[in-house]
């Protein structure tokens, strides 16, 4: 049964910093990766899909790379601003359901950017 | 792309009742997915609705707690049945489109 783990589980930086995320499945059977934004009290914002064959996906300030085999991927944030403070959710897509299947989320990181 | 709309966005239901929330999707798509999140957790599928057929559900829910209906390729309902404090969540459809998928803005129920 896959399942999705995401460290930390929470994250306070100042504003400016870079920083990780990290997210790790059990199942390396994966059709691919997704991370999204939730705010609180809100539904969820695709930030960046990777496919199973790529490694890495890059939109602004975000980059989220894929190590398949190793289970792993991160979403780095350079230059971090109040405004990126959310819960960044992983979410994978097993590999049998392909474009129709569903996805299976971790817990989430919850960041916290101070000015 | 596909752009969700989810009602109620939000709702304070008594101990008991029922609820039901709506899911319109802007284009025809074949798969709709259920979600719920409860607090502090992360997302867990309920079940997947396909248009003509009955919905599939996952581990740990039921149809009779979760009636689900799905009358055309565009609109879907989930309807929260005899509904007790630990079904305060928020309930999201979702959509899958190209390799993605979409989600709406979510249905924030508390139950008290």
């Known amino acids: 049964k896959q399942e999705v783990t995401q460290i930390p589980a929470a994250l306070s930086v100042p504003e400016g910093e870079n920083l990780v995320l990290n997210c790790s499945f059990t199942d390396s059977a994966i059709y691919n990766l997704q991370w999204f934004r939730q705010d609180p009290g809100k539904g969820l914002t695709s930030l960046l899909l990777i496919q199973s064959s790529q490694r890495e996906q890059t939109s602004g300030r975000l980059n989220a790379s894929l190590d398949k085999s190793s289970g792993r991927s991160t979403l780095y944030i350079a230059a971090s601003q109040p405004g990126d403070s959310a819960t960044y959710l992983c979410?994978?897509?097993?590999?049998?359901?392909?474009?129709?299947?569903?996805?299976?989320f971790g817990k989430g990181t919850k960041l916290s950017v101070k000015p | 792309s596909a752009v969700i709309s989810q009602k109620p966005s939000r709702d304070i239901c008594q101990r008991g009742t029922s609820l039901t929330i709506q899911c319109q999707v802007d284009s025809q798509v074949t798969m709709m997915f259920w979600y719920r999140q409860q607090p502090g957790q992360s997302l867990t599928l309920i079940a997947t609705?396909?248009?003509?057929?009955?919905?599939?559900?996952e581990s740990g829910f039921v149809i009779d707690k979760f009636p689900i209906s799905r009358p055309n390729l565009t609109f879907s309902t989930l309807t929260v049945s005899n509904m007790s404090p630990e079904d305060s969540s928020i309930y999201l459809c979702?959509?899958?489109?190209?390799?993605?998928?979409?989600f709406g803005e979510g249905s924030w129920l508390t139950v008290v």
């Open positions: 979410a994978v897509r097993p590999e049998y359901g392909g474009s129709q299947g569903n996805l299976i």
């Open positions: 979702s959509v899958p489109s190209g390799n993605t998928i979409y």
């Open positions: 609705a396909n248009q003509g057929s009955e919905a599939t559900y």
